[in-house]
């Protein structure tokens, strides 16, 4: 079993963090141009047991689909997804959200993962791990982003 994990501090309350997550679509906004990653199913609510399908395009056309299921929510702390269906043999992604303060929480992404006997994993390690980090620097960019936040706001008034 493969394992590593990354982490970034933010300036915002566990809360403001819980809740952006709690949109499935926030993947698609913190991930790479490459490989293209979109959310196939709408209108999805996260809890336990939520299921959805994601959609790694390698190129035009060709993809992966990869289902996924949450298997443990404790808000405003962690939640924890399984593939049920995809690429890997098992994988595992722990989101952690620790409040450091009022005003400052640390995000920490646990990834467990086994691969197909098949394929070079020192190669795919690498990858996952770079992939990963560059993700984590998105996803603060984008929790800091008044506009991203003012959106949350808004979308909890309706």
Not at 44 to 55: E, H, P, V
Not at 65 to 86: A, C, M, N, S, Y
Not at 105 to 132: C, Y
């Amino acid at each position: 079993m493969e394992h590593f994990e990354v982490s970034e501090t933010v300036s915002l309350p566990i809360e403001t963090v819980w809740e952006a997550h709690e949109d499935v679509h926030l993947l698609e906004r913190i991930s790479l141009p490459f490989p293209v990653v979109r959310v196939l199913d709408s209108n999805i609510i996260c809890g336990l047991g939520t299921r959805f399908t994601i959609r790694v395009e390698l190129f035009e056309q060709i993809g992966i689909d990869w289902q996924v299921q949450i298997t443990r929510w404790e808000p405003p702390r962690r939640f924890i997804d399984k593939q049920l269906r995809g690429p890997f043999q098992f994988w595992e992604h722990i989101h952690q959200f620790i409040p450091i303060s009022d005003t400052e929480t640390r995000l920490v992404d646990v990834i467990n993962f086994e691969l197909n006997p098949f394929l070079d994993s020192t190669a795919i390690r690498w990858g996952l791990e770079t992939m990963f980090q560059m993700r984590m620097n998105n996803l603060k960019q984008t929790l800091l982003n008044e506009n991203f936040r003012r959106n949350l706001k808004n979308s909890d008034e309706r």
